[in-house]
């Protein structure tokens, strides 16, 4: 298994469409592979960035898109940006929390769904916007959303 | 005329008129219309298309701009306008297959309406529309149009023609000069003179200098960056070529957010279709100009908009800004000289060296020459994006372009008025109803308190309670500081918890005052733009709803009721694996 994962972040490494590769192109690679970063990807970034541990560790904790522990099965991401803010992203975020047992941004115990907060989605003029798995949806009611999200869940965990 | 490049276009007008001899289906598949379901919807047309086995070729293209009636779908018939069905759902693909395969003009389903040529069947054209009559698109103008994917369609409609005649027929100083003519100003948020900029690059030694195309677009409420590049790269990385070819620079990066796939995905194909073709690499069509470009993507973070953040994220680190001096012209990525860019400065950049530098300074009005490219989101019935030439009001913008405050929603009836504007990002402004007077150019905005910034307007009507809007701005702009100086980190969290007592009916007549000195100690003490100009939209806000923050403090209530209890955003703390080494753990 550690053989595994460390052959599948070199994999994500060595095989970035661009030319300049980075730090922040590396871990931006191994996180679209692994859905987070794995502790060995640091100690691999380092020694192909030539560079510390530490170095690596701090790019990684500065961007808020990085996570650090394996995500759930499914990623949903609610645009609470001012655009969707004005259209009813906060009742939206307090129903999609209620009905997976959340308070925040976070994982459900049942490893089934990661909730993610988005500052802007960028299809702000559908908003508000949801995302479920990284595809936007625009939401016409909180109702609605809720079927949608059960829905596709269901459909891609069959 | 470059051979090469004649070459070029006689391949692109080929195919273009292959394509125009048959039966053209376009989907809108910008982000809009895929978070509508358009995805879904071209790949039936798709399947129908092959199981019919109809003379027809369905595609995708990008934004067209009226964002309101995605899905769009529209149909092109050998010399016949288009015809745009709006909102269309899977319901409406038999309808649009029988069209063709029956060769009918009987519509049943919503018709937009037609584009490109004389009305048919008496449908509405689009140009008379008001959405489409008070445009000027001029960076937008293929955008919808052609296929993204296709670098021939892009030279079909007279693309690259501006980068073969800069290097053909003109020298560097000359295109700076074509370009000064043309009073191009920056569209990133400072409207600096782009060819003033230009000029500090060219007096930087080389032989490594680079260009740098800002599509960060971290402002919410904006996507006419993203929108160009996932409707129209080619613009982009043409004027990226022109701007490289006026300064000397050799090297060029497009900086996007991770994630955006269609813009990402589609600038990449761009690129790589751009080197085939020779307009990109080593001595390009043939010159001995050569112009390398590849696209960096960064994490999320707003503050590496800010240009000197850019170049450090380009180089894989931490989005903080440096100090400054040395600027970007001097010191910039990997310590070479720099210059950097909004996507949408740049794509101006192809028509203004086409047509020429008057033609551009004749749009717009006074020294904001040229257009603006609008993002129109928030309580409006025709959200989307919009090309305008400066010196319309932003009143007509808003009531005549984007139908002003929606009259029905969800089937009820509505009887509702324009209360605000939030324009130019979150570290933009918050504007009365007074300002829909302001004409949109560079300085009356400012005078009025705001700025154009990236060109996101987001309009808020009486429902809606300026407090609870800037608690929102503010806490976007917490949550983004980098945290490099302490007045943008810890004043713009005390802003926050500010926001969120007088929001929840806990403030008191002191905050007035507290707000300023806090807001003051940011900008004064700040590095970059974000702390600086982080007061903005509790200043502009103070200034025209005042009386929204007077009811909250001496009444403890919300005007609107919008100020719920619980107030929902992220934090800064991630989750950390339990590894011996990580801090914290
Ligand atoms: C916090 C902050 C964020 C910024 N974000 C962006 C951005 O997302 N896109 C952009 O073009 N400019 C952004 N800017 C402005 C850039 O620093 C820079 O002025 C601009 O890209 C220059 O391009 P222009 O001359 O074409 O306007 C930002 C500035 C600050 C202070
Ligand atoms: S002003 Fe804010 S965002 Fe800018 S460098 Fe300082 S802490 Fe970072
Ligand atoms: S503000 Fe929500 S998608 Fe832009």
New binding site residues.
Partial sequence: MAEDIKSQIQRAINSQPQKTVTMLSCLLAVHDECGFIPTEAIEIIASKNDTSINDVWAVASFYTNFRFTPPAKNIIEICWGPTCHLMGAQQILSAVQDNLSLESEGDTEDGFVSLKYNTCIGACSQAPVITINHHPVHSISTDKILEKINKELKRKND | MNKQFEILRQKATKRNEDLKSTVQIRVGLGICGESVGALEILNQLKDRIKSHDLSAVAYEVGCIGLCYAEPLVDIQKPGEPRIFFQNVTEDNIDEIIKLISENSNNFTGSVLGTLGGPSINGLPQIEEMTQWKYQTRIATRNCGTNNPNEILDYISTGGYEGLSKAISTMSPEEVRNEVATSGLRGRGGAAFPTAIKWGFLVNSPGPDKYILVNCEEGDPGAYNDKGILESDPHTLIEGAAIAGFATGANKGYVFIRHGHNGPIERTREGIKQAYEANLLGDNILGSDFSFELEVALVGESY?SG?ET?LMEAIEGKRA??RSRPPFPAAVGVFGKPSNINNVKTLSYAPEIIRKGGEWFSGIGYGRSTGTAILCLNGNVKFPGMYEVAFGITIGQVVEKISGGAPEKWNGATLHRTVKLLQTGGPLGGVLGRESLETLLDFESMAAAGAILGSGGIIVGDDTVCAVDLVRNLVAFCQF??????????LG?THLVEVLERISSGNGSPNDFKLMPIVGNA?AQG???????L?FNPISSALRYFGEDFRIHIEENRCPTGSCIATFHRPTRTRPIASSGWYPGS
């Fill in positions: 503050v800010e953040a903080m800004p983004e500081s980098c945290g490099k100086c302490f007045p943008c980190r713009m940011m700040s590095l970059c733009g974000h702390g600086q982080g």
